[in-house]
């Protein structure tokens, strides 16, 4: 009889979607060692995502969560940072965790607006997975590291939306012609990134 994969977390919140991107790459160092420097890595320091920030190609909320986070550090003279255990500070949730395994965050609003659009009585962990008020999007953010061989790991980002009715999902749509090719380039970029992290130039 054949042996089933241990199930991801994500599929406790959102097993069906309208859409799914994911990206994964084999990085030659151990899960643990993964998993930490992944999750808090500061992507300010990509280029590319700072280019995201300024061209708005990132969902209106976070761009601007992250400019003022800018903006404060500036003030106190320290770097702003943006890791991804940073996100509920951001308007994200944690929905679930696998210590250095798996690290799930979701978020509800109407992210094709200004301001994010949340519901009018915020959205907790326990009610996420069944949230279908017409009008919004569900999203959640995957970060999974699985080992591969001895010494190597797979790591996996994959972000999953569903909209909750038929004319969000026409608005969400259109929102993502604009941004999903930014949002593509980030991913790939903070692959690149995180191996030379790990694995040293070359």
């Known amino acids: 009889m054949p042996l089933m994969g241990e199930p991801l977390l994500i599929d406790q919140f959102m097993p069906t979607y309208d859409l799914a991107v994911v990206y994964s790459r084999v990085l030659r160092a151990p899960p643990e060692q993964c998993f930490q420097t992944i999750t808090d890595f500061d992507l300010f320091q ?41 996100l509920p500070s951001m308007g994200w949730m944690l929905l679930g965790e696998r210590p250095s395994v798996e690290l799930v965050f979701g978020q509800v609003g109407k992210i094709w607006r200004p301001g994010g659009g949340s519901p009018s009585e915020p959205v907790t962990r326990a009610q996420f997975a069944a949230f279908d008020q017409p009008g919004f999007a569900k999203l959640v ?62």
Do not use: C, K, N
């Open 46 to 86: 990509l280029p590319a995502f700072r280019v995201l920030i300024g061209a708005r190609g990132l969902p209106i909320r976070l761009a601007d969560a992250l400019r003022r986070r800018a903006d404060e550090a500036t003030e106190s003279s320290a770097a702003p940072r943006f890791r991804l255990r940073d």
């Open 141 to 202: 953010e995957s970060t999974r590291v699985d080992p591969y061989g001895r010494w190597s790991s797979i790591v996996t980002t994959e972000t999953r939306v569903l909209a909750t009715d038929q004319d969000s999902r026409r608005r969400f749509r259109r929102y993502w012609l604009l941004v999903g090719p930014f949002s593509h380039l980030l991913r790939r970029t903070a692959l690149r990134v995180w191996a030379r992290q790990l694995e040293g130039p070359g």
